[in-house]
């Protein structure tokens, strides 16, 4: 089994921060959860450096990318490091803004005081890529506008990110008209509904009495920074175009809003609808029989993976076994080489889910005389415990490292997990093994 299922992003960022090289180092603002500790996050197929903000040392947040590694100039390594911060922003729905640059032999963000929110481990499990030159300019300017403190600016950056993927003024005026109607955010429909109250046209309402008037002010109507009103109007209306710009990028491009992603679990069986033919997921999915003589083509080797934050249990070298049809779906299990362990996996295509019980999904017959069997018992014992926590299954094709599935969280109803009874147990078989 390859390493990479097990790489611990805080480790590794400790690691690749103490290496020699070309860094590029951009200190941050970010208006979003950020990670205490340093960790790694792989975007693009790059590793950047999260920096946390390190108390009375004076180091601030910061993102770093080591340009060497990937044969990238000094400018390039910095487009990069822009494109990840818009992509975190989309991820999150909020700003984060570069406020300094900074390189040098080793990545060392400058230190800037600022405020923030914090999390222990930031997942970026779902990190959309931008494909074209317009989508990457559309999250641009949405990082933009959640990131700026000034109202009309901030409004400006949303309403252009809303023009990148709706160029055309006629089009994007009747997009925006319909879509008002589609709003899901509740700050965004009561300000629609308030707006609508009032007698407003709201679609020409921004246009005019907002875009136009911040950006002209050559005639009237336009605002003036040092009015209160006009001030407490825009800010009131940020949430109302921050909606309407999340839904534009998401319906004109490929993006999809996290929030979206895990309404649909549209994330749960991707990997499995990309190497499984259509026609199979579909007769899956409508639980009609597979005509007969049907093979499908899989990958040989699976890691299967339960992981909760930076903490990550797994088996390797795994081989499917298909068991069988079920309503909307198919149930795999997965095998370890020798037969010792068998994890017992459903894929239901009907209703996007990848279902494992962490209690009974997992086939293992401890023998405590053998030291093989006594360390499989204690993974089975820390795989289950770290899903039973609000961990995740995931399901890894081993020969390309690709994420095929990913189970929800888990999450315990009517009981609680018994940490107790686990670290007694891997107590007891951690001293066999010494014996």
């Known amino acids: 089994m390859t390493e990479a299922f097990l790489i611990n992003p805080f480790e590794e960022a400790e690691r690749q921060a103490i290496e020699h090289g070309e860094w590029v180092v951009a200190t941050v603002n970010p208006q979003m959860s950020w990670p205490t500790k340093r960790q790694i996050v792989t975007f693009s197929q ?3 450096i999260l920096f946390p903000q390190a108390g009375d ?7 770093a990318l080591r340009a060497d590694r990937y044969s990238l100039s000094a400018e ?5 490091i822009m494109r990840l911060c818009s992509a ?7 700003g984060l803004s570069v406020v300094a640059w900074g390189g040098g032999n080793l990545p060392r963000p400058i230190g800037v005081r600022m405020g923030r929110v914090i999390t222990d481990f930031l997942d970026v499990d779902h990190l959309q890529h931008a494909s074209t030159d317009a989508d990457a300019a559309a999250i641009a300017l949405y990082r933009e506008g959640l990131s700026l403190d000034n109202p009309f600016y901030g409004f400006l950056s949303l309403y252009k990110a ?3 993927v709706i160029p055309n003024g006629k089009e994007r005026g009747a997009w925006i008209t319909d879509a008002l109607d589609r709003l899901d955010n509740h700050r965004a429909k009561e300000r629609r509904d308030t707006l609508r109250a009032s007698g407003a046209d709201v679609g020409l309402y921004l246009q005019n009495e907002c875009r136009h008037a911040i950006a002209h002010a050559g005639k009237q109507p336009y605002v003036n920074p040092d009015e209160v009103d006009d001030h407490f109007r825009l800010t009131s209306d940020l949430p109302l175009l921050k909606n309407l710009a999340e839904l534009a990028i998401e319906e004109q491009t490929h993006l999809l809003r996290p929030h979206t992603v895990w309404r649909e679990h549209l994330h749960e069986l991707a990997g499995f609808k990309e190497i499984l033919p259509a026609e199979i997921v579909k007769a899956l999915a409508a639980s009609e029989p597979l005509p007969e003589g049907t093979t499908v083509e899989m990958p040989e080797l ?14 390797g070298d795994m081989h499917p076994q298909i068991i069988g049809q079920v309503a909307g779906g198919m149930v795999l299990d997965f095998v370890t080489t020798d037969h010792a362990v068998t994890v017992r996996t459903e894929l239901s295509f009907a209703n996007e889910r990848l279902i494992f019980d962490p209690v009974r999904g997992i086939g293992f017959t401890p023998n405590r005389d053998d030291s093989k069997f006594v360390k499989y018992e204690m993974t089975v014992l820390r795989f289950s415990r770290c899903i039973l926590g609000n961990g995740h299954l995931e399901i890894w094709n081993q020969e390309d490292e690709a994420l095929l599935g990913r189970s929800d969280a888990c999450i315990p109803v009517n009981c609680f997990v018994n940490s107790e009874f686990y670290d007694a147990e891997l107590g007891k078989l951690e001293a066999l093994l010494d014996e």
């Open 46 to 48: 790059k590793d950047f």
């Open 57 to 63: 040392s004076g180091q601030t947040a910061g993102v």
């Open 76 to 80: 390039q390594a910095r487009k990069e």
């Open 88 to 94: 975190l922003s989309w991820h999150e729905g909020a």
């Open 162 to 164: 809303i023009s990148a």
């Open 302 to 315: 699976y890691a299967i993976v339960a992981r909760r934050g930076a903490e990550r249990y797994s088996f």
